[in-house]
């Protein structure tokens, strides 16, 4: 059993664990689908999510710490990070799986933007709360390449640190900052005309 599943969800009397998946079945697979972009995969981390969390609730040791919702999404985030863990336990270092960028396209010779990029906006706590934007972004990532992409969502989406992703991904600290060099400008490229039609 992970940290996350021991964690303390609210008082047992408020609420039923009968009840939440009807409460939050929805909420929790779309974080996972989000990550995984598959739905048989996101469905069976929620169900998982949701086995881990009854277990740890029966066991009684609980203080009421955090929001229940909260709590399920810990323990779910540990399960994404298992399943990238089992994914890539076995793959080599290598970057087969990356599109190579032409970076002269986006820089001159002394590392000046080509074109500068254009304002972003709104904060991206608020763009990522809109729906429309929502999809602009979930189908720009799934340009990436798998281990790119993968890389993108475990940082920008979870705020994992380096250190944790290469050792999720099976990668160096180098190859993690190409990767995400990479998709960091393939992002703004792809999310740019997205951005500009809101400004």
Same mark, same amino acid.
């Given at each position: 059993?992970?940290?996350?599943?021991?964690?303390?969800?609210?008082?047992?009397?408020?609420?039923?664990?009968? &009840?939440?998946?009807? /409460?939050?079945?929805?909420?929790?697979?779309?974080?996972? !689908?989000?990550?995984?972009?598959?739905?048989?995969? =996101? @469905?069976?981390?929620v169900q998982?999510?949701?086995?881990?969390?009854?277990?740890?609730?029966?066991?009684?040791?609980? *203080?009421?710490?955090?929001?229940? /919702?909260?709590?399920? +999404?810990?323990i779910?985030? *540990?399960?994404?990070?298992? *399943?990238?863990?089992?994914?890539?336990?076995?793959?080599?270092?290598?970057?087969?799986?990356i599109? @190579?960028?032409?970076?002269?396209?986006?820089?001159? =010779?002394?590392?000046?933007? &080509?074109?500068?990029?254009?304002?972003?906006?709104? +904060?991206?706590?608020?763009?990522? #709360? /809109? &729906? #429309?934007?929502?999809?602009?972004?979930? #189908?720009?990532?799934?340009? !990436?390449?798998? %281990? /790119?992409a993968?890389?993108?969502?475990?940082r920008?989406?979870?705020?994992? #640190?380096?250190?944790?992703?290469?050792?999720?991904?099976?990668i160096? =600290?180098?190859?993690?900052?190409?990767?995400? *060099?990479?998709? %960091?400008?393939?992002? %703004?490229?792809?999310? @740019?005309?997205h951005?500009?039609?809101?400004?």
């Open positions: 059993m992970t940290t996350a599943e021991t964690n303390t969800p609210p008082d047992r009397d408020t609420d039923d664990p009968e &009840q939440w998946v009807d /409460q939050y079945a929805d909420p929790l697979y779309g974080f996972a !689908l989000l990550r995984v972009t598959d739905a048989a995969v =996101a @469905e069976e981390l998982e999510t949701f086995l881990a969390a009854l277990t740890a609730f029966k066991g009684g040791n609980f *203080h009421g710490k955090s929001s229940l /919702q909260s709590w399920l +999404t810990g779910l985030k *540990h399960k994404i990070m298992d *399943h990238f863990r089992k994914k890539y336990r076995n793959s080599a270092d290598t970057f087969d799986d599109r @190579e960028e032409k970076i002269a396209d986006f820089f001159d =010779a002394k590392g000046n933007w &080509q074109v500068k990029p254009g304002s972003w906006g709104d +904060t991206p706590q608020k763009k990522y #709360e /809109q &729906q #429309e934007l929502m999809l602009a972004l979930i #189908e720009c990532i799934d340009t !990436l390449a798998e %281990r /790119q993968d890389a993108f969502r475990l920008e989406l979870d705020g994992e #640190e380096a250190k944790v992703i290469c050792k999720v991904l099976q160096s =600290a180098t190859n993690y900052w190409v990767l995400m *060099h990479r998709a %960091r400008l393939a992002m %703004r490229r792809c999310m @740019e005309p951005l500009a039609r809101r400004s």
